[in-house]
C-alpha cells in the first residue's frame, strides 16, 4: 500500500471534520427542536437541560467570534470558503442557520418559560 498524499491526507482530515460538525449540528438542533415538545408534554425539566445545553453551545459561539470551533479546524485544510464548507448541510441552510436555528431557539424557549409559568402558577 503506497503512502497517502498530502491532497489525500488533507481531504481526509477535512472530510472527518465535516462529518463531526455535522453530527455536532444535528445534536444541536434536535435539542432546539425538542424544548418545545418537552414542554408541551410537560417535561419542564427536560425542556430546561435542553435549553442550558443548547446556551453552553451560544456561549462557545460567542466566545468564538459566532464561528463554530471545527469552522477554523477545517480552514486549515480546504480553500474552499462558501458558507457550507465545513458542514455537510445545503448551501441555503449553512448560510441562514443561525438566523433559523436562533430564532426557534428563542421561540421554543419562550414557549417553555410561558408553559412552565402556567404550571407552576
Not at 462558501?82 to 428563542?106: E, Q, S
Request: hydrophobic share 55%.
Amino acid at each position: 500500500m503506497q503512502p497517502q498524499r498530502p491532497t489525500e491526507i488533507r481531504s481526509c482530515a477535512l472530510t472527518a471534520i465535516k462529518a463531526a460538525h455535522t453530527l455536532v449540528w444535528a445534536f444541536f438542533a434536535g435539542c432546539i427542536i425538542a424544548i418545545p415538545v418537552a414542554s408541551w408534554l410537560g417535561e419542564h425539566r427536560a425542556a430546561a437541560w435542553l435549553t442550558a445545553i443548547v446556551f453552553v453551545e451560544v456561549a462557545i459561539l460567542g466566545l468564538n467570534k459566532m464561528r463554530c470551533p471545527l469552522t477554523g479546524w477545517a480552514g486549515r485544510y480546504t480553500d474552499d470558503r462558501r458558507d457550507n464548507f465545513d458542514i455537510y448541510l445545503p448551501l441555503w441552510l449553512a448560510r441562514h442557520n443561525k438566523t433559523v436555528f436562533g430564532a426557534l431557539y428563542v421561540a421554543g424557549a419562550a414557549f417553555a418559560l410561558v408553559r412552565w409559568l402556567r404550571a407552576s402558577g
